[in-house]
Structures are given as structure tokens and as C-alpha cells.
């Protein structure tokens, strides 16, 4: 959605807090990572991978901005652009079109982020920023086809109810006009049997199976039909990943990459996590992939020297995930396990990540190191010294849109601290000149 006054005056940062900090917290987040309670950013933890389908309660959430209150009584979804009709439809007109139902997955871009070195600025997201959801809805395609989409049609760009903050640029996506006609892409109204709960796009959202989810967009409202490559913020410059391999920690120029679309194929370890005791250890976990099943998953518990099929568990669906577990008869000492997934099309997780500079689709046969003892090994606490002080000028420039989440959980260099600052400034943070050298000090020193 277009910058509103309340946007405006919010972004007058320092003046207005953040609606409140943890507008969430009707949600019972207390099974969550907490990466960014406002905007609300939350990760499953790996005990999520044991689930078929995801519950609403441990289904990642990642939102760019604060959440909208949609009520239905006022809602309506836009058509126009290159249609021969533009109309408005309501809840009810989308309910009369046929409702299909698929099983997929959800998973963000930017999960497995944290673990890219050079560190890159984002949510730091571990392995959880993923879920596997049962969405319903109609499909994407007789919506445009009451529409009427013209030849010249070539992509849907999706704006939804969201609002930014400050000068950020409004979240808007668009996919391609063949992923938009492809019978699987939805508009979905229901999750996991209910209604589309709030944090996940109350009352609609797009659902496009096989896609990182930053095609999915949330609170949708209007849906307009393109004759040209959209060239908004969220497609030109976020969201691109390189069709080259590049060397870690360079610069990438936006245009020598394409927009995020297919997931990888995946695989995660949710069980044992760090520790288990000698005998049979189950290890287990869910892999998964794009439009292609996953059909195969090996796993190594000598850091990949020797593999062996496990067996696959929950129903095959094309673009749902599937469990997976394998006994191992396990010995006292220190092993690194690794598992591997191939999907039908034969892809396969690499052993080595490439690295790219937004931190986009990690997927790498991640090694894991497992202790076998009868005592759990005793942990070193947390490290760190205690926190400096602050500059008065950080409170003041920083804290107006979000809180200390967002930079505690970054792990920069100075020079990207400085490119994060000018972002943030270029957004509206009122940070003065005189003031950034002693907020600059703070952020890299801290958070390095
Ligand atoms: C005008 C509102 C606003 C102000 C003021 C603001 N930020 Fe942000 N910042 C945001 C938003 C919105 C996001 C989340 C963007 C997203 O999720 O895509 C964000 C995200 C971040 C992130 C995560 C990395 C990223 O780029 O998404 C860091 C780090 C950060 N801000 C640092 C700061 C610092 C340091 C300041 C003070 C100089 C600041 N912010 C002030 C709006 C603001």
C-alpha cells in the first residue's frame, strides 16, 4: 500500500514509538525465536521439523513493516492494469469461485542467512524461518480470468495492506504471468483448515508453491496486470540473487541478478541437536524442495564420508515437505552428521554453499556436530563483556520503527554498519551528521 499520513507522522521517528513494540503478543510465542518483535520477525525452532504440517503457533512469521488490521467488513480486492474488465471483488465473490486446497511449503529467502560468512545484514535467520502449510483458497488464474488479462500481459504485481515506515520503499511483488495462470497458484483464505490468521496475510494471501515466500504477499489488496517488468524497490534491488557464482564479501550490482523465485531442494536436522547418549539415536528431520517432490534423503554421521538412504515418512505431495528418520546405533565420542536430499528433477544439496550478498537460499548438507555421552557437555555461557553505553543520539535515531532486536542480532563489519546506516537514514532515520561517527563507533563495535 502507498505511504499514508499515519505512516508519514510514524516515521517522524523518536517522536511516535513503535504501536507497540510486540503487538503480537496475543500469539503465544514463548516455543519461538524472537528475532524482531515489531517488525515482527520469528523463527520455529528445529523441534518444528518433526511436525508434518506446521501449526499456525510455530509457523515462522517475517513481515518488513508493522502488521495491518484488515477488517473484512472493509476489504476488497483491486483488479486492473492490462484487463479488459478492472473490477473490485469481494470475500464472497472469491468463495464462489472453485476452492482448491494444497499442501506446501513456506520458506523464506533469507532462512539460513546467519550462517553465510561474510556475515550479511538481515534477519539473522537459523534454520527455522520455514513451514509446511495446508492453504486453500481460489485459484489466482479465474481471478484474472473474470478479469480478462490482455496479450500484452506479462506480470502481476501484488501490493497488500501493509503500510512502510518512514521513507522505506512499499512492499509490492510481482511473479511472472505463467506462475500466475498456473492452476497451483492460489489466493488463499485459509490456513491449516481456518481462517488466514492476521500474521499471515488476514483476509488474503498469494500462495505460490515452489516460490520463496517473498512472492507470497500478505493483507493482499490489490492485484495489477503489467505489461512490462515491474521495477519496484522489492524486485530491482531486494530479493535478486546472482546467476554467477561470486567471491565471498563483494559487491554485487543488482542488475547482474535475477529475483529470488524457486526454492532449493533442503534438508534439516531436527533431531539429536548437540547431544544424545550412546545406543540407538534416531535421527530425524523434513527435507523438501520446489515444484519438483523430494523423493530421497541420505545421511552421514562421518561428515559425509559414507552416506545411507533414511526412510521417508508423511504423504508425498508435490510441493509439501516430508519427514524423514534413520536409527543409528551411535557410540561415545564426537561425529558430524549431515544430510542430503535429491529431488525427482535430480537436484541435489551442494556440499560447499556458494556464497551471495543478501544472505539468499542457503542450502548447503549442513555438518552438524553431535556429542555421544552419557553427561551432556557443559556449556561455556554466553560471551561478551558488558554492554558500553550507547551515544545519546542512538535512542533517539534508532528506536522510532523497531528495537535493539535488529541490530543485536547482526554480526557487521564497519563498512557494512556504515551502508546500514546510510539504508536506515535514506528510510528516515533522524540521525544527525555530527552524530553518526559516535553511533557508527557503537553498532560496529558491539555488534561485529
Ligand atoms: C523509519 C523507520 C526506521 C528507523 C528510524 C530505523 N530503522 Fe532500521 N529498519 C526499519 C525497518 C522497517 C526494518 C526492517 C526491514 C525489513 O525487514 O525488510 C529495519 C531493519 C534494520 C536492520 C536489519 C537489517 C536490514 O537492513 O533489514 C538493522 C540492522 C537496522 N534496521 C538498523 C537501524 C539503525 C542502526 C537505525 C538508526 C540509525 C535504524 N535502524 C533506524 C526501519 C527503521
Known amino acids: 500500500m502507498r505511504i499514508s499520513r499515519r505512516a508519514l507522522l510514524a516515521s517522524a521517528a523518536g517522536a511516535i514509538l513503535p504501536r507497540s513494540i510486540g503487538a503480537a503478543d496475543t500469539a503465544d510465542r514463548s516455543r519461538m525465536i524472537v528475532h524482531s518483535p515489531q517488525p515482527e520477525d520469528i523463527e520455529m525452532p528445529l523441534d518444528g521439523f518433526t511436525e508434518w504440517i506446521t501449526p499456525v503457533d510455530r509457523f515462522f512469521v517475517r513481515t518488513h513493516t508493522y502488521m495491518p488490521t484488515v477488517k473484512l ?3 476488497s480486492l483491486k483488479i486492473d492494469g492490462k484487463v479488459d474488465r478492472a473490477m473490485t471483488i469481494t470475500m464472497d465473490d472469491l468463495k464462489r469461485l472453485p476452492r482448491v486446497e494444497l499442501v506446501a511449503v513456506l520458506e523464506c529467502a533469507g532462512n539460513g542467512r546467519s550462517f553465510y560468512q561474510p556475515r550479511v545484514a538481515g534477519t539473522q535467520w537459523a534454520f527455522g524461518s520455514v513451514g509446511n502449510g495446508r492453504w486453500a483458497g481460489a485459484r489466482l488464474r479465474d481471478v484474472l480470468q473474470k478479469a480478462g488479462v490482455q496479450d500484452s500481459a506479462k506480470e502481476i504485481l501484488f501490493d497488500g495492506a501493509d503500510v512502510p515506515l518512514g521513507k522505506m520503499p512499499d512492499f509490492q511483488r510481482s511473479i511472472t504471468r505463467a506462475k500466475a495462470l498456473h492452476p497451483d497458484t492460489l ?111 541420505e545421511v552421514s554421521t562421518d561428515a ?115 551502508a546500514e546506516l546510510n539504508k536506515m537514514i535514506r528510510w528516515g532515520a533522524p540521525l544527525k551528521d555530527e552524530d553518526r561517527e559516535s553511533v557508527l563507533n557503537y553498532l560496529s563495535g558491539r555488534f561485529k
Open 73 to 75: 467488513s472493509e476489504w
Open 187 to 297: 489466493l488463499a483464505y485459509e490456513m491449516n483448515g481456518g481462517p488466514l490468521p492476521m500474521e499471515h496475510g488476514f483476509p488474503l494471501r498469494v500462495i505460490a508453491p515452489g516460490w520463496a515466500s517473498d512472492s507470497w504477499v500478505k493483507w493482499l489488496q490489490h492485484i495489477e496486470v503489467l505489461d512490462r517488468e515491474f521495477d519496484g524497490f522489492w524486485m530491482k534491488s531486494a530479493y535478486r540473487h546472482p546467476t554467477q557464482p561470486v567471491a565471498p564479501g563483494t559487491a554485487v550490482d543488482p542488475a547482474a541478478m535475477v529475483p529470488v523465485t524457486n526454492l532449493n531442494v533442503k534438508s534439516v536436522i531436527a533431531s539429536p541437536n548437540d547431544w544424545a547418549k550412546p545406543g540407538i539415536v534416531r535421527v530425524q528431520g523434513a527435507e523438501w524442495s520446489n515444484a519438483s517432490p523430494v523423493n530421497k534423503v
Open 304 to 418: 559425509g564420508k559414507t552416506w545411507r538412504p533414511a526412510k521417508l515418512g508423511g504423504p508425498k505431495t508435490q510441493y509439501g515437505w516430508r519427514l524423514w528418520q534413520l536409527d543409528w546405533r551411535a557410540m561415545q565420542g564426537q561425529y558430524t552428521l549431515m544430510a542430503r536430499t535429491t529431488n525427482e528433477a535430480g537436484q541435489t544439496q551442494p556440499l560447499e554453499q556458494a556464497w551471495n550478498p543478501s544472505g539468499y537460499l542457503w542450502n548447503v548438507a549442513q555438518p552438524r556436530t553431535i556429542t555421544i555421552s552419557n553427561q551432556a557437555p557443559v556449556s561455556d555461557g554466553p560471551a561478551g563483556g558488558p554492554p558500553e553505553q550507547p551515544p545519546a543520539a542512538y535512542k533517539t535515531a534508532c528506536f522510532g520503527c523497531h528495537d535493539e532486536h535488529m541490530m543485536e542480532q547482526q554480526r557487521l563489519s564497519r563498512a557494512r554498519w556504515d
